[in-house]
C-alpha cells in the first residue's frame, strides 16, 4: 500500500512538473508557439522533493541524481544541499554530508528545516552538543511549522549523550503538541526530512 502512494505521488509530482511547462501562442504570429518553463525555483524545489522520496524508499542513487538535476537548474536551493547532506549521511560519508549541511546553512542561515537536518547529522556524529544547538536554533525560529521534528530528534540527541534530564525537558515540550516521545527500540530519527 506505502508503494502504491510513494508511485501516486511520484506521479502527481510529474504531472505537476509537465503542467508547469506550457504552451503559449503568440497572437501576433498565430502559427508561431513557444514553450514557456516553470521559473528554476520550482524546478529545483520538485527534484528536491522527488530525492527525499528515494531517500525514504531507500533509493540513494536515484536521490542523488535528483538532487544533481535540482543543483544543475538552480545552483543556490539550499534544501537540495541539505537533502545532500542528510543522503551522504545515510550513505556513511560524514565529510560530505558536512559540507553539504555547511552550503545549505551558508545559502539559508535562518531555515529551521536546514538547522533541523544538520543538528540531527551532528548527534548522529555524537556531536552531541552542536547538534543541540543547531536543532535549538531551529526551534528558536517562530516561523517553524514543523518544531515537533527537531524536538523529537533533540530528545534523542539529549538521551545518545547521556543527559536525562534534558531528554526529559525535550519529551515534555514534545508532549505538548499532542505527540509521543520515540520508543527506544525504533530508529533514532525516523522522523527526520526537511
Known sequence: MRGLVCRWFVGAVLSAVLAACATTSNPALPSESKAVASDPLS??????????????????????????????????????YSMLGLVYMQLGEPTQAESNFQSAIALAPNDPDIRNNYGLFL??????Q????????????????????????????????????LANTYRQRVARYGVGSIPANTDAYSSKLQ
Open 123 to 128: 548527534c548522529e556524529t555524537r556531536q552531541y
Open 130 to 165: 552542536k547538534g543541540l544547538d543547531q536543532l535549538n536554533l531551529a526551534l528558536s525560529n517562530p516561523l517553524y511549522n514543523t518544531p515537533v521534528r527537531a524536538l523529537l530528534n533533540a530528545e534523542r540527541c539529549a538521551q545518545s549523550m547521556g543527559d536525562s534530564a
Open 43 to 80: 524546478r529545483a524545489r520538485v527534484h528536491t522533493e522527488l530525492a527525499a522520496l528515494y531517500y525514504q524508499q531507500g533509493s540513494m542513487k536515484t536521490a542523488l541524481d535528483e538532487l544533481a538535476t535540482a543543483r544543475k537548474i538552480d545552483a543556490q536551493y539550499a534544501p537540495a
